[in-house]
């Protein structure tokens, strides 16, 4: 990428005006995203004085750093180790891909480091790095915490149905002497007439 053509991309972008639709300031239900005006009496489209500018050509970026960034490199996807091989340093910048996982794009961004690549989406790798596992370390205390819990309920709802029998064995009892003094009382009721 020649720097010339970055300085002129810059100096082009400082000078180009927001293009919004016509009369999008005034009404309400206009939004503000561009329409070519074809109307016959549009000020727009006659260019007049003071009015919006229309979108032209000559607002464009230099053709040969068209869709790069403001380093001048071009973004290339990467989903995997073989997608960076084929990385070139000097004209292209990875951008790791969303659907990519975490300790996978940890992989990806230490081999990006070590080759030397800059990566797009990322401001500080090192930054990022210790955040992801970080991550990763509390999720694994969170998954053995609920692990140790689980266990334990288990060991608990044994213990309970080891003191089951002899509750029943207790209500059994009580339902036993229950019925023996109904049916002593019945004995003593015939007794009495």
Do not use: A, P
């Given at each position: 990428m020649s720097e010339s053509a970055l300085k002129i991309r810059k100096k082009l972008r400082k000078k180009r005006p927001s293009f919004h639709?016509?009369?999008s300031h005034k009404v309400k239900s206009v939004k503000r995203n561009w329409r070519k005006p074809v109307?016959?009496?549009s000020k727009v489209r006659?260019?007049?004085?003071?009015?919006?500018k229309r979108v032209e050509p000559g607002y464009r970026s230099p053709r040969i750093i068209r869709g790069t960034n403001k380093d001048g490199l071009f973004p290339v996807k990467v989903n995997n180790v073989s997608d960076l091989?084929?990385?070139d340093k000097t004209r292209q910048g990875v951008v790791i891909a969303s659907n990519v996982g975490k300790k996978k794009a940890v992989v990806l961004l230490n081999k990006a480091k070590e080759m030397g690549l800059s990566v797009l989406n990322v401001k500080d790798i090192d930054l990022f790095i210790r955040k992801i596992d970080e991550f990763i370390k509390s999720r694994k205390e969170k998954k053995d915490a609920a692990k140790k819990k689980k266990e334990s309920k288990v060991k608990e709802k044994k213990k309970s149905e080891e003191k089951k029998p002899k509750l029943d064995k207790k209500v059994e009892d009580e339902d036993k002497k229950k019925e023996e003094k109904r049916e002593l009382d019945k004995?003593?009721?015939k007794r009495q007439r």
């Open positions: 639709r016509e009369d109307g016959s009496h006659h260019q007049l004085k003071g009015y919006v091989n084929k990385v004995t003593l009721s």
